[in-house]
């Protein structure tokens, strides 16, 4: 999609117009109850998708920089404050027809302005013998963003995934929901106190029925040999569902070693974990991995030719 930019003093404004064109060599002919699963019914025939994208993006920006003359290893550090008001048009779409593979199959049709509100510090710490200008990092970053669809949204089909088990009986007709105008207040935190040390936050406020849809958090270290990260994910009301936590390690300069672990709170069970080995030359790597998932094992082997791809192959075994 092609852009432009004009400066106007204290206002950037950039508009963007294109078109997107999706052809699909599978057409949906309606759903079926397959091992006791709803899933989407299809033929082998070419269908394609059309739409028109617009809009139009304003923002400014100020800044100032403190001197904090050393402390805590930093000179100075740099606020910024960005607004930023977006306005995006996408035209009607029909794609009854388009299997719904991921999030980028089902586009609804968008007469929207999205607002938010950016704070972030940067800083630069003392000059070393390493960096004798000294490190330059992004310390904080607050932004906070909304949508407001300008035109009443279109009413969509309440149903379920295609992956969750379909209804003992008849299945009961879709109902149609009403789509709300305004979207969750959106907030995501990253704060990174001291290079390498850094806590990231998102959460969601859902406005009309002013309780918490979603958060996260991430707390991650990293050196150049060595990372460890811990994260949390929360649901409605803020209620903790789902930890993980990972280590990576560099034992050479061509050997390397990760552990990954996710568990269920929900259910008290250890989702998945996760054992890999990597041996990396130049141009070429290879990887060892060892994955336990709660009802089955797999042992699996990947070759990656850097910047052409990579091929994998491996053996799953059965719940114990």
């Given at each position: 999609?092609?852009?432009?930019?004009?400066?106007?003093?204290?206002?950037?404004?950039?508009?963007?117009?294109?078109?997107?064109?999706?052809?699909?060599d599978t057409k949906v002919v309606g759903t079926k109850v397959e091992r006791g699963f709803l899933v989407e019914d299809t033929t082998k025939e070419i269908v394609s998708r059309s739409l028109f994208e617009a809009g139009m993006d304003l923002e400014a920006r100020a800044y100032r920089v403190f001197d904090l003359g050393g402390t805590l290893g930093i000179q100075r550090v740099q606020h910024t404050i960005e607004p930023r008001v977006?306005?995006?048009?996408?035209?009607?779409?029909?794609?009854?027809?388009?299997?719904?593979?991921?999030?980028t199959d089902s586009i609804r049709s968008t007469n929207s302005l999205t607002y938010s509100l950016t704070n972030r510090v940067k800083a630069r710490g003392v000059?070393?013998?390493?960096?004798?200008n000294g490190r330059v990092w992004e310390m904080l970053r607050l932004t906070f963003s909304q949508t407001w669809e300008l035109d009443e949204p279109p009413q969509t089909v309440a149903a379920a995934p295609i992956n969750l088990p379909a209804p003992a009986g008849?299945?009961?007709?879709?109902?149609?929901?009403?789509?709300?105008?305004?979207?969750?207040?959106?907030?995501?935190?990253?704060?990174?106190?001291?290079?390498?040390?850094?806590?990231?936050?998102?959460?969601?406020f859902d406005p009309y029925e002013r309780d918490v849809r979603f958060a996260t958090t991430d707390v991650a270290y990293e050196t150049r040999d060595f990372s460890a990260t811990f994260g949390t994910r929360h649901g409605l009301g803020g209620e903790l569902q789902f930890v993980q936590g990972e280590?990576?390690?560099?034992?050479?300069?061509?050997?390397?070693?990760?552990?990954?672990?996710?568990?269920?709170?929900?259910?008290?069970?250890?989702?998945?974990n996760r054992l890999e080995v990597e041996f990396r030359e130049q141009c070429w790597a290879i990887t060892a991995a060892f994955i336990d998932r709660t009802n089955e094992?797999?042992?699996?082997?990947?070759?990656?030719?850097?910047?052409?791809?990579?091929?994998?192959?491996?053996q799953a075994f059965g719940a114990q």
């Open positions: 999609m092609p852009r432009r930019s004009w400066l106007f003093t204290v206002f950037t404004v950039t508009p963007r117009i294109g078109g997107r064109e999706t052809l699909y977006g306005y995006t048009y996408v035209s009607e779409i029909g794609q009854e027809d388009v299997p719904q593979l991921d999030g000059p070393t013998d390493a960096d004798p008849p299945i009961p007709p879709s109902t149609l929901v009403k789509t709300p105008r305004l979207s969750d207040l959106v907030g995501d935190l990253i704060l990174e106190p001291v290079f390498g040390l850094r806590f990231r936050g998102t959460a969601a280590l990576r390690a560099r034992l050479t300069p061509r050997w390397a070693v990760r552990f990954a672990s996710n568990y269920d709170l929900l259910t008290s069970t250890v989702v998945e094992d797999e042992f699996r082997i990947t070759i990656n030719l850097l910047g052409l791809g990579q091929y994998g192959f491996g």
